[in-house]
């Protein structure tokens, strides 16, 4: 099981940090990642880490958001810094058990789903 939270609404500019805490089978999951959609588009990858550390990112957030997981608490972050409205969109964190894309950010390469959390930014 998959459970995010830290979205909210936030101004242009500003910052959130996204918290996703695995259970149960995803817990020790090797590749992670985050995914956001909005309402009638596809599920777009945002970033993506591996048991290494070894990240990748979107190229519209790859100076602004920072992913990062503490394998001790079970839980994945995404730190977003200077927000903007495109940012705009349902936040999901997803994992692959037991295998492993490495920083793969296909929705196909994840078959683990947290229910989203909202991110609204607004200019």
């Known amino acids: 099981q998959l459970v995010e939270s830290g979205g909210g609404s936030v101004q242009a500019g500003g910052s959130l940090r996204l918290s996703c805490v695995a259970s149960?089978?995803?817990?020790?999951?090797?590749?992670m990642g985050w995914f956001r959609q909005v309402r009638d588009k596809g599920r777009e990858g945002v970033a993506a880490?591996?048991?290494?550390?070894?990240?990748n990112y979107a190229d519209p957030v790859k100076t602004r958001f920072t992913i990062s997981r503490d394998n001790a608490k079970n839980t994945l972050y995404l730190q977003m810094n200077n927000l903007n409205s495109e940012d705009t969109a349902t936040y999901y964190c997803?994992?692959?058990?037991?295998?492993?894309?490495?920083?793969?950010?296909?929705?196909?390469?994840?078959?683990?789903w947290g229910r989203g959390t909202q991110v609204t930014v607004s200019s």
């Open positions: 149960g089978d995803v817990v020790g999951s090797r590749c």
């Open positions: 880490v591996d048991s290494h550390g070894r990240t």
């Open positions: 997803a994992a692959s058990v037991p295998g492993c894309y490495s920083q793969s950010l296909g929705p196909l390469a994840y078959n683990y």
